[in-house]
């Protein structure tokens, strides 16, 4: 890209609008783009909370619970050490490359509830409304699941009614679930501190028994994968089918370890840095697949004889966990215990957790006119109360463990029917990005203009996808062997592909819903751009021998373009001065220049300025968002309109020379010659090169004071007149 300079301002050589990418280019049909939709996506009501280090966190140790630390046992029985660690590492590698792909799709649009909108807007309406159904459901009774898991824990130590420590844990998780986002944020900090603590140690303590370093001195290296082997045969099937059926089975469990980990995602509607924390957490399950499952998997199969009974019984507290049962086999007495009280917080974390997924969807369903808006009602702090509540419902569903069949087998029937719904939610958001990957293909747009990109596509999310959708099918084959039907455990495994399917068919027929055509694919909706990220802070510029009012309008430009438009400097070719038009154009940047150019009879003028410096606030094909203006774009991420008390048109600031006698009536008491007048926008100022103090534009708030706070004319223009007026 190349510039050139002259008297002191930089110009965009020619060869930027050949840059310039055309967005039909390569299109399979002839209809024009759709222009971003107002009506879908966007983050509803909540509020931008949560901080790098607890998204971070969060996708670094969500989905780590019961499934890991109890859930491996019965899979280890029925596969072996070897087919427990290929279970593993297959289920692992499919949920890489579901990672991957919504990874760069949230970077890019972080709306609220994120994987109904994709499917919605990627995919079919009907397929967005029933994955919100489907996912949703996934999580909402997963709360119940995790609540008769906190009972069953709490009885390895005590017989305390079952109903009791139920009750507790919904009302904990309900609480939490209302206060603002960043106390929920915080809570899974410090769970997941516990967990990573615990697992680590684990860890330790299994290399030290497999070495013979416990107390009864016991070495047991590889031995059990001599006898009984690497593999085990699957319900006494001999031969390779046997061994074959024991892995397959393995899928089943380590699926459920898995699931949950693509929540973090659903975190960048709520995340005050998406472009920085999402790609960090996305990445970061690399790490965290091969050091918390893949080498888990690994020590399982070095400390525990996969013939324990103990693997497979109905416990379902510490006692069936792989871990205890070898801390114990070593005679460890003490360390049983904590292993329980950790797998208690996981467990209990898990269900807070599941109760916020919930809710987001719902949000996202609203937000998407898939149901009332009172659903999207949140209060001041950015809490959806109401989602949060309809929710939380269904959490009750624990209390069913209190029935004949116990809190073990209520559990069971829990993890099959949420495990199958995310399996057909990560097939899902697989399809989403190669539809979404096809769409940029075909409108002709470089992957190299989006903010993060994941390796491999599209390669990446068919593998995801196809791996998905396979062990989704496969998930209930153990009841259609000789001698093994069962009814409820056919539905348990199998309900969930209907409650998928029955959705998408209802809201077909009753709203006409057609498939997104990839020509027609709306790319821009909702994008937060590099332009919200904390940029270099803004330096006044220096034009030796330029009067004072110059000066201001050079500064004012200067950090303008350094705060609200640094992706057009980054994206040339998205942004091109008189493309297509652009809101933040002609309602800001022409109507500011001018007015400001009415107050400075001055050469050279604001106008010029930006003119001659060919931006013109983020042009973008149908335009896009991203470009933001303050807060208004991370509050409405999907909305193309100014913000509130912003009037476009070219007389939208007729009242502007009122505003300046005003602004410089008052300054005349506040101000003495040769110093500058102070603007009244905010507290925080500095003094440009000619001494005319100015208002630094925080790098968190950018123009969003003057703009909403304050009001546009209020705050921008009375920045213009107080300026002049020094």
């Known amino acids: 890209m190349a510039r050139h300079s002259h008297d002191g301002v930089d110009h965009i050589s020619p060869d930027i609008e050949r840059a310039a990418p055309d967005y039909h280019a390569g299109s399979d049909d ?21 901080r790098d280090y607890q998204v971070t966190m969060i996708g670094f140790c969500s989905g780590i619970g019961t499934g890991l630390f109890i859930g491996t046992g019965s899979a280890y ?23 991957q792909s919504i990874g760069e799709l949230a970077t890019l649009i972080p709306t609220a509830g994120t994987f109904p909108h994709w499917a919605t807007r990627f995919i079919d309406p009907a397929v967005g409304f029933s994955l919100a159904i489907s996912y949703g459901y996934c999580y909402t009774i997963s709360i119940a699941a995790e609540a008769s898991a906190s009972a069953i824990l709490v009885a390895y130590w005590t017989d305390v009614t079952p109903a009791v420590i139920i009750t507790i844990s919904l009302v904990l998780i309900l609480a939490i679930n209302l206060l603002n986002v960043r106390w929920y944020g915080e809570v899974e900090v410090f769970s997941g501190s516990v967990k990573v603590l615990c697992f680590l140690g684990l860890i330790l303590v299994s290399i030290v028994i497999t070495s013979g370093g416990g107390p009864n001195g016991e070495a047991i290296g590889f031995r059990y994968w001599n006898n009984p082997g690497p593999f085990v045969q699957y319900n006494d099937i001999k031969g390779t089918t046997g061994q074959f059926l024991g892995v397959l089975s393995a899928f089943v469990n380590a699926s459920f370890s898995f699931i949950g980990v693509e929540t973090v995602v659903i975190c960048a509607a709520e995340s005050i840095n998406p472009h920085k924390a999402i790609p960090t957490s996305t990445s970061r399950v690399t790490y965290r697949i091969g050091l918390f499952y893949i080498l888990g998997a690994l020590l399982i199969g070095l400390i525990v004889d996969p013939r324990n009974p103990d693997l497979v019984s109905d416990a379902g507290n510490g006692n069936a966990s792989p871990w205890v049962i070898a801390i114990r086999q070593a005679g460890i007495s003490i360390l049983p215990s904590i292993v329980n009280a950790c797998i208690l917080v996981s467990a209990w974390s898990a269900g807070l957790s599941y109760c916020w997924v ?22 001041s702090n950015g809490v959806p109360y109401v989602a949060v509540i309809t929710a939380w419902l269904f959490g009750p569903l624990a209390y069913l463990s209190l029935g004949s069949g116990g809190a073990g087998q209520a559990f069971t029937w829990l993890l099959n029917l949420s495990t199958v719904s995310g399996l057909i939610a990560w097939a899902t958001l697989c399809f989403c990005y190669i539809r979404f990957h096809r769409a940029m293909k075909v409108q002709g747009i470089s992957r190299d203009t989006l903010p993060w990109k994941s390796p491999f596509q599209p390669y990446t999310a068919w593998f995801g996808f196809i791996g998905a959708t396979i062990i989704t099918f496969v998930a209930g084959f153990p009841v259609f062997l000789k001698g093994n039907w069962s009814t409820a455990d056919f539905i348990a495994s199998y309900i969930s592909i209907p409650i998928f399917i029955v959705p998408i068919i209802s809201w077909k027929l009753w709203h006409k819903t057609k498939f997104q055509r990839a020509a027609t694919i709306d790319l821009w909706s909702g994008r937060l751009h590099e332009s919200q990220q904390p940029p270099p802070k803004p330096i006044a510029s220096d034009l030796k021998g330029k009067t004072s009012q110059q000066q201001a309008a050079a500064d004012i430009a200067s950090h303008i373009l350094e705060m609200e438009c640094s992706n057009c400097k980054r994206n040339f070719a998205w942004h091109l001065h008189g493309r297509d038009g652009c809101h933040y154009h002609s309602g800001f940047l022409q109507p500011m220049a001018s007015t400001s150019d009415d107050m400075m009879d001055t050469e050279p003028t604001m106008e010029d300025f930006l003119q001659s410096r060919r931006w013109s606030c983020c042009q973008q094909a149908g335009n896009n968002p991203g470009c933001n203006w303050g807060r208004h774009q991370l509050r409405q991420p999907r909305s193309l309109e100014p913000p509130t008390g912003v009037r476009t048109g070219g007389n939208a600031f007729h009242g502007a020379r009122g505003m300046k006698r005003r602004s410089s009536d008052d300054s005349d008491s506040d101000s003495s010659s040769g110093s500058g007048a102070e603007s009244s926008i905010g507290s925080r100022n500095m003094v440009t090169g000619s001494g005319v103090k100015m208002r630094r534009l925080d790098r968190r708030d950018g123009m969003g004071a003057a703009t909403l706070r304050d009001g546009w004319q209020e705050g921008t223009l009375s920045f213009f007149a107080t300026a002049h007026s020094g």
């Not at 002839?30 to 949560?50: D, S």
């Not at 593993?88 to 579901?98: R, T």
């Not at 919930?358 to 999207?376: C, E, N």
Request: glycine share 16%; hydrophobic share 45%; with cysteine.
């Open 30 to 50: 002839k209809e024009a783009i759709l222009p971003p939709q107002l009506g879908v996506g966007g983050q509803g009501g909540t509020q931008r909370h949560l």
């Open 77 to 99: 029985a029925q596969a072996g050490p070897a087919g427990l660690l290929l279970a593993y590492i297959i289920v692992g590698a499919v949920l890489w490359c579901v990672m």
């Open 358 to 379: 919930g809710s987001r969807m719902i949000v996202a369903m609203t937000t998407d006119g898939q149901l009332p808006s009172v659903f999207g009602r949140t209060w």
